[in-house]
């Protein structure tokens, strides 16, 4: 078994908060993620797969179609965008790198699965003292 990991980077607004709650006990939970008005983070998405070596081309998976699938499905709904408000499988769900990472997980692993290899991690730094690891459970 080898794990092969694709890097990309990405942009995007949220705030941290839950609507029930005041300003108050938004901040004292969530800090200054929760201040109303946005604010934006540089992510950088790790995607790890796993699989058997092929012997013909010595790859587990091709990597160049690893990076258009991320792309495709994932990148291009959250680069720029604002997590809150406009990505479909962010809907209903507080903005955290938490959710962010499981629900990536989500949608990449059905993908990643008709390659013949299999999701490992999804990792994302929000900055660079902070980050978080999915492995699907
Ligand atoms: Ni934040």
Not at 7 to 14: K, L, Q, T, V, Y
Not at 106 to 127: C, D, F, Q
């Amino acid at each position: 078994m080898v794990f092969v990991t694709r890097r990309e980077r990405f942009s995007a607004a949220h705030k941290l908060f839950r609507e029930e709650w005041n300003d108050e006990q938004n901040f004292d939970v969530f800090g200054k993620c929760s201040y109303p008005n946005w604010h934006g983070h540089n992510y950088i998405l790790y995607v790890t797969i796993k699989g058997e070596l092929n012997p013909e081309t010595g790859f587990v998976v091709n990597i160049k179609k690893l990076s258009e699938i991320i792309k495709e499905h994932v990148i291009s709904k959250l680069d720029h965008r604002n997590l809150n408000i406009d990505v479909d499988f962010m809907k209903d769900t507080i903005a955290s790198t938490e959710n962010l990472a499981i629900a990536i997980w989500n949608v990449l692993e059905p993908i990643i699965n008709l390659l013949g290899v299999h999701l490992h991690k999804i990792k994302i730094e929000e900055t660079e003292n902070n980050f978080v690891e999915y492995y699907g459970s």
